[in-house]
Nanobody, 116 residues
Framework: QLQLVESGGGLVQPGGSLRLSCATS????????VGWFRQAPGKEREPLAC????????NYADSVKGRFTISKDNAKNTVYLQMNSLKPEDTAVYYC?????????WGQGTQVTVSS
């Protein structure tokens, strides 16, 4: 059983930055990879980035490549999503996700609003 808790969302102006955190518990973070997703109103949940269990491999959606960076601190059991050059279209609820032994786990989400 895993628990995922996101934090760090908020209101930011276009061009600004935010760092989201996904605190995990229940199993050591070194045992599984983690992904970040987002869902805007009226749209489907969209994968953004993922990081392998070791942290050595990352992948990004084209929509965020070059602006967002995923990282992890296994000692703190936390995965981060650094978001730079934010745009109004980045407004959404952001979720972290993990799949562990065939079970999919989601956090409760954190709202990010990009607006002037």
């Amino acid at each position: 059983q895993l628990q995922l808790v996101e934090s760090g969302g908020g209101l930011v102006q276009p061009g600004g930055s935010l760092r989201l955190s996904c605190a995990t518990s229940g199993r050591g973070l070194h045992d599984y990879g983690v992904g970040w997703f987002r869902q805007a109103p009226g749209k489907e949940r969209e994968p953004l980035a993922c990081i392998s269990s070791s942290g050595a491999s990352t992948n990004y959606a084209d929509s965020v490549k070059g602006r967002f960076t995923i990282s992890k601190d296994n000692a703190k059991n936390t995965v981060y999503l650094q978001m730079n050059s934010l745009k109004p279209e980045d407004t959404a609820v952001y979720y972290c996700n993990a799949v562990y032994y065939g079970q999919t786990y989601w956090g409760q989400g954190t709202q990010v609003t990009v607006s002037s």
